[in-house]
C-alpha cells in the first residue's frame, strides 16, 4: 500500500484501533525505504507529503532514521531537511537544525542575485529580480497560510484576512475589482491565478456561512469562470503579463503528475511558475460536505449547482 493511500484515504475517518495499525503499516513502509531505497528521489519526496500523522510513533522515528540515511549521503538535500523540520519534535529540532541548515541563503538565485549586482550586470540582473520578487510576494499571499477551515477563529476576521491578501495582489498589479469579477477583476488568467482561485473559493464558503449569499455566489462564479478561462487556453498560449514583471512572459503548460494531468504556467527565460492546477481538486472544494462545509448555506442554490457541473464538465475531460 501507498504511503499517500494510508495517509489521504483510509486515515482520516478510521477508528483508534485501525489509526494505530495504520501508523505501524506506514512505519513499517518507511522503514523499508530506507533499507533499500534511501539513495532514490522517492525516498525523499517523502518529505515533501508529511503531515500531523507522521509526528506520531513509531512513524516519526522511522522518518528520523530514513532522514539521517539520506543527509548521511546527501546533506544538502533541501527537500528533507525543510521537510523534516516541519515534523521533528520540538526537544530535538534544535540539534537537527544545527547540524544540516545554513546560516545564509547560498540558493543558485541567491548567488546569482549578488553576483550580477556586485557586476552591475543589468540585463541578468533584472529578470532575476523580478522573478525574486514575484516568488517573494506569492510567499506573502500564500493560499496555504488557509488550507484549513479550521482554526482560524472568528470567521469574518477571517475573511478579511483573504480580502487583504486578495488587494495586495490588486494593488501590485493596478487592477481593481468589479462586481462581476470581485477576484479575478477582468476574468481574465494572470500569474496570480492559483492564488485567486483559491483565496476566492476561501472568501466565498465563508461569506456563504456569513449569510452574504449574493456575494458569496458572485465570488464562485468569478473563481469558476476564471478557472475555465485558463482551462480553454491551448498549450503553450500566453497570458497578459504583470506590470511590476515586464521581463516575465507566461505561457501555459500542461504536465504529467503522479495525480494526473495539470496545467500552470511558466515564464521561459526563468523558470518561475504558478502552482498547478486540477479541476478535480475544485470539484472536491466544491462537493465535499465535511472539509468544506461552510458551503453547505448555499449548496441548493441553482448558481452554486451551476459552478458545480461546470467543474464536473472539466474534471471529466482528465
Not at 106 to 132: I, N, W
Not at 285 to 308: H, M, Q, S, Y
Amino acid at each position: 500500500m501507498k504511503c499517500a493511500d494510508i495517509l489521504n484515504n483510509e486515515y482520516p475517518s478510521a477508528n483508534e484501533e485501525k489509526k494505530a495499525e495504520l501508523r505501524a503499516k506506514l512505519a513499517e513502509t518507511v522503514r523499508l525505504l530506507r533499507r533499500d531505497f534511501s539513495d532514490t528521489e522517492a525516498a525523499a519526496a517523502l518529505f515533501t507529503s508529511l503531515g500531523e500523522v507522521e509526528m506520531q510513533e513509531p512513524i516519526l522515528s522511522e522518518c528520523r532514521l530514513l532522514a539521517e540515511a539520506i543527509l548521511k549521503k546527501d546533506p544538502k538535500n533541501c527537500e528533507v531537511i525543510m521537510g523534516f523540520s516541519q515534523i521533528e519534535e520540538d526537544g530535538r529540532i534544535s540539534d537537527f537544525l544545527d547540524k544540516y541548515s545554513t546560516s545564509c541563503d547560498t540558493s543558485r538565485d541567491s548567488c546569482l542575485f549578488e553576483r550580477y549586482l556586485t557586476r552591475g550586470d543589468a540585463e541578468k540582473f533584472e529578470p532575476l529580480r523580478q522573478k525574486m520578487l514575484y516568488n517573494t510576494l506569492r510567499d506573502a499571499v500564500s493560499w496555504q497560510l488557509f488550507r484549513s477551515l479550521d482554526d482560524y477563529g472568528d470567521i469574518k476576521e477571517s475573511a478579511e484576512r483573504i480580502i487583504t491578501c486578495l488587494g495586495i495582489i490588486h494593488t501590485f498589479e493596478d487592477e481593481m475589482p468589479t462586481s462581476e469579477h470581485p477576484v479575478s477583476c477582468d476574468g481574465e488568467p494572470d500569474c496570480w491565478i492559483f492564488e485567486k482561485v483559491w483565496h476566492g473559493l476561501r472568501l466565498s464558503c465563508r461569506e456563504a456561512m456569513l449569510g452574504e449569499t449574493e456575494e458569496a455566489l458572485t465570488v464562485l462564479e468569478d473563481v469558476i469562470g476564471l478557472v475555465e478561462a485558463a482551462e480553454r487556453l491551448p498549450e503553450g498560449a500566453k497570458i497578459k503579463s504583470s506590470r511590476f514583471l515586464p521581463d516575465l512572459s507566461w505561457s501555459k503548460a500542461v504536465t504529467e503528475f503522479d495525480w494526473g494531468k495539470s496545467f500552470h504556467f511558466l515564464t521561459e527565460q526563468d523558470g518561475c511558475w504558478t502552482y498547478p492546477f486540477d479541476a478535480r481538486d475544485l470539484l472536491n472544494a466544491l462537493t465535499d460536505e465535511k472539509g468544506w462545509a461552510w458551503f453547505n448555506p448555499i449548496r441548493n442554490e441553482p448558481r452554486f449547482k451551476a459552478c458545480v457541473e461546470s467543474m464536473k464538465r472539466l474534471a471529466e475531460k482528465k
